[in-house]
């Protein structure tokens, strides 16, 4: 065995990753990250990210403060009309914009921001700690349940009613019995898909939003930032906490698989042949690669083998980057509006007709967009997130990405009519690109989706949650593990802390 | 949606011609989908052939899986709680699996013809089973239950029955092995295996070669006692011998509808085919080791043997201070022993530490009518009836 043995290596530098690492070395422990790509960051890397959550409080103070300036970001749902939806977060702003449509709309909405509110807290308080741990009877665990389910009943029966209803349904029909204008249903809709593997109109899309919300500070429309300097930013801070905390880094550092001993994981051995040992490997893979690979198929019982099966991780998001050499002209956009998050997705039945064909790993003429422009220095871009590109294209993704790339374009002309002049350079990176260069399996920006039976104490899979594996001595503090995807760190937390305890 | 009755949905296996002909009461039963008889005659006729001549049984309908490939030693060893990395080419090993919670799934005998080739026989269906606990190795697995005949051969004179059917130089195959013999020009694997605790064979051929192979053996048999044996005689000489049966003396963990009826190894006396010193991964293992470290096993499996003459069928077993301890999961009166035994399902301590006082309330039949009888029950080994002919090599032949 090598001299050298670590409390903790953390496989994948992602921001989980190196949250993870930064608390558990502030308790002077020794923390090594093997990072396979030749830089840390992850998906939080502004090839992938727009706009992220402001981190929470739990997360900032447990690394010791983080140093990063927010710019709130306002939604805009484009119309071909040149009639927009602007949305900010701002509960008075937002009633006075939606009555220049419709004052009824104006009204249901406070309405529907008020339920919408109330649940995602109930459920956000839940969120942030680790959640209880099924299969496993403790006294802790069934307490944790116990409140979960005392705070949604003390909502009032009414409430109550309300939430068991909503909790299964669709984003759709809660939108159709409110709102009569198709443009702010297509804006809410396309937040409660964005990221996952359904339509409007499939069950459990409300519940997807409730998550958002959860993570965006309770907020339909407030709550989204994006970092001075860009999600880059918040990498380099954490590693500049890394470099403080005495972490040490290898990148370039590919693991092939946990090395075990007596049933338990004692180090990792990488794919140049090098061993490394630890007290403790924590892995901020997807849950997938975490058991299929690093874990070995050949080390799980057959039940558990079943279940990373059913493990849903297929990725419906392509990231598309346009170089500009001046700034398109959007009908009816100030520069305010260039600065907002700029949605194309005009109705509900545009974003259902849009996902249809992904079900058949086809690709739809017209996506789904969210658009960011970014101007803060010489060469401008649009950072665009386009729903639903398939994990793998029918077709194969190579013979059809560029015809893709120019229906994209097309659609953006609609709104801006001299987008293709300003266009220097296009790169569009598929969720299977997101595979194999950021070495997250089927693609998921959330490393698995976001449902009623992949969430809290199901996530990722029964008997795994509480951020430890089914082997001894391996844990996990990614996306995948419970509260899940978004940019906050706070998988990484709360990870840290179970390791710490067993350290 | 109408039924088409010019088909029948129950398959019949490739005996069926024989066997058919040789039921005298019409009594059939489905495994597997197959029909088969539940008895020919009459149980005890079929009972005593298995002891003092030959019975013979269609045993085509149990599940059989063809494991190969570069990992099939490997895969077969993960499956199982028993190490068989040791196992060597042309054995068979008795073996039980347990799925996470270490629960046992079911019992069954694994064939090993070489490295790269295994075979599991069971009682019940576990091909998914199989499939997806295959994940993550080089092998194969094919489920042969139709295409594999198998015929089983048991009692006394069964070495001398297969020997005049031409397998020669039988007698010298040890328990637990099998060869392959060419008899009449056809391929015929025999290994000495089988569920009734005696001496005995199981014969795996060609579905093509059913019906003459049958023939041959009844005719090489007609002087040696010879009897086709149905399902009622098996359960009684399976009881005998001190043989679990899925489902019967405990619930297969894939089928029980409650938790708590789930078994571990040592709660149904299998805690021997547990190898934690395996080199690699089994499935259940964690689970199992836990229970081990906690001395959490809730039940055991024993045998008991009780007072009088009238067998003491799903009888409530007590302490003496007339708590339910347990269930009787398997009973009869065994005409070879002369002894009234039963297995039964015991809460701990009671069985493994407390043996004596225990009273097993019975409900005798009489013309509709019940007597219920209190007797008195003694703890003791599972294994009842175990004759020196069995593990005998070489095997006793007769003329």
Request: some cysteine; glycine content about 8%.
């Amino acid at each position: 065995m090598s001299e050298k043995k670590y409390d903790a290596i953390i496989i994948g530098g992602g921001h989980n990753g190196l949250v993870c690492a930064n608390i558990i070395a502030k308790k002077n422990k020794k923390v090594l990250i093997c990072e396979a790509r030749e830089t840390c960051g992850g998906l939080a890397n502004h090839e992938i990210i727009n706009y992220i959550p402001s981190i929470p409080n739990s997360v900032t103070q447990s690394i010791g403060g983080l140093n990063l300036q927010y710019n709130p970001k306002g939604s805009i749902a484009l119309s071909e009309s040149g009639r927009h939806i602007r949305l900010i977060g701002n509960q008075h702003i937002d009633h006075a914009t939606i009555s220049n449509f419709s004052t009824q709309d104006a009204d249901r909405y406070l309405e529907f921001d008020n339920k919408m509110t109330q649940f995602s807290k109930t459920l956000g308080g839940f969120m942030m700690d680790p959640p209880p741990r099924v299969m496993n009877n403790s006294f802790s665990d069934y307490l944790k349940l116990f409140k979960l389910g005392f705070n949604v009943r003390m909502m009032g029966k009414k409430r109550f009613n309300e939430f068991a209803r909503m909790i299964g349904l669709n984003i759709a029909d809660e939108l159709e019995d409110n709102f009569e204008s198709v443009l702010l249903q297509g804006l809410i809709a396309h937040d409660a898909v964005l990221g996952s593997n359904l339509g409007p109109r499939s069950p459990g899309s409300l519940i997807n939003l409730l998550y958002r919300m959860a993570i965006h500070g309770n907020s339909l429309f407030g709550g989204i930032y994006e970092i001075e300097g860009g999600s880059n930013k918040f990498i380099s801070v954490l590693l500049d906490k890394c470099s403080k905390n005495n972490v040490e880094i290898k990148t370039s550092a590919s693991v092939k698989n946990c090395l075990i001993e007596n049933d338990r994981a004692i180090g990792v051995e990488l794919h140049n042949g090098e061993k490394v040992f630890g007290k403790t490997i924590i892995s901020n893979a997807d849950p997938r690669s975490t058991y299929s690979s690093l874990l070995g198929s050949q080390n799980l019982d057959t039940d558990v083998k079943r279940r990373i099966k059913h493990h849903r991780s297929k990725g419906r998001v392509a990231k598309l980057s346009l170089k500009l050499n001046k700034i398109p002209e959007f009908n009816e956009c100030n520069n305010d509006d260039l600065n907002s998050r700029m949605v194309i997705s005009p109705s509900i039945d545009y974003i259902e007709e849009n996902f249809n064909p992904s079900k058949f790993d086809k690709l739809s003429s017209e996506p789904v967009l969210e658009i960011c422009l970014k101007n803060n220095n010489e060469n401008p871009s649009l950072d665009i997130q386009v729903q639903y590109a398939p994990y793998k294209a029918h077709g194969g993704w190579e013979n059809i990405k560029d015809d893709y790339v120019n229906s994209i374009i097309k659609i953006i002309s609609k709104y801006a009519n001299n987008i293709e002049n300003c266009i220097d350079s296009k790169t569009l990176i598929t969720p299977d690109d997101l595979e194999k260069n950021y070495h997250v399996s089927g693609g998921h920006w959330h490393h698995g989706e976001i449902q009623i039976d992949q969430l809290f104490m199901l996530r990722p899979i029964p008997g795994a949650a509480q951020y430890k594996t089914h082997l001894d001595g391996l844990y996990m503090c990614g996306a995948g593990t419970h509260p899940g995807g978004g940019m906050h760190g706070i998988s990484g937390k709360n990870a840290a802390k179970v390791v710490l305890g067993d350290l | 949606m109408a039924i088409d009755l010019r088909y029948s949905a129950l398959k019949k296996t490739p005996f069926h011609s024989r066997t058919s002909l040789a039921s005298r009461t019409n009594h059939w039963y489905t495994w597997n989908g197959f029909t088969v008889p539940t008895e020919y005659s009459t149980v005890e006729l079929e009972y005593t052939a298995a002891r003092n001549g030959t019975s013979v049984m269609d045993l085509t309908p149990m599940g059989k899986y063809e494991i190969t490939g570069e990992e099939a030693h490997a895969f077969s060893d993960y499956l199982v709680t028993r190490d068989l990395s040791e196992m060597k080419d042309n054995t068979v090993a008795y073996i039980i699996w347990c799925n996470e919670d270490g629960k046992v799934i079911d019992d069954g005998t694994i064939f090993k013809y070489s490295s790269n080739k295994f075979m599991l026989c069971c009682a019940v269906k576990i091909y998914n089973w199989l499939n997806d606990s295959a994940e993550g190795f080089n092998v194969k697995i094919e489920d042969v239950t139709d295409t594999i005949a198998a015929l089983s051969l048991q009692g006394p004179t069964s070495c001398s029955t297969l020997k005049n059917y031409g397998a020669i130089g039988l007698e010298s195959l040890a328990p637990f092995e099998m060869k392959e013999f060419n008899i009449d020009g056809n391929n015929v694997l025999i290994s000495r295996t089988g569920f009734t605790g005696d001496l005995g064979y199981e014969l795996w051929i060609d579905p093509k070669n059913a019906e003459a192979t049958w023939d041959a053996i009844f005719d090489a048999g007609k002087h040696l006692k010879i009897r086709p044996f149905g399902m009622n005689a098996l359960e009684m000489t399976r009881i005998e011998a001190g043989f679990i049966q899925t489902n019967t003396d405990f619930m297969a963990a894939e089928d029980a509808l409650r938790p708590v009826r789930m078994r571990s190894p040592y709660e149904i006396g299998m805690g021997w085919l547990v190898h934690f010193k395996k080199k690699n991964y089994f499935i259940g293992k964690k689970a199992l080791k836990k229970e081990k470290e906690m001395g959490s096993t809730e039940r055991c499996l024993v045998g008991l043997d009780i007072d009088g003459d009238k067998p003491a069928h799903g009888s409530v077993i007590y302490n003496s201070k007339k708590e339910d301890i347990g269930i009787v999961t398997a009973a009869m009166w065994s005409p070879t022993m002369k002894r009234n035994v039963a297995l039964a399902s015991l809460r701990r301590p009671y069985g493994i530490k407390i043996k004596d006082n225990i009273f097993a309330e019975i409900y005798h039949p009489e013309e509709i009518e019940y007597r219920k009888i209190w007797a008195k029950c003694k703890v003791v080994k599972r294994q009842f009836y175990s004759p020196e002919r069995r593990n005998k090599v070489p095997a006793d032949l007769y003329e």
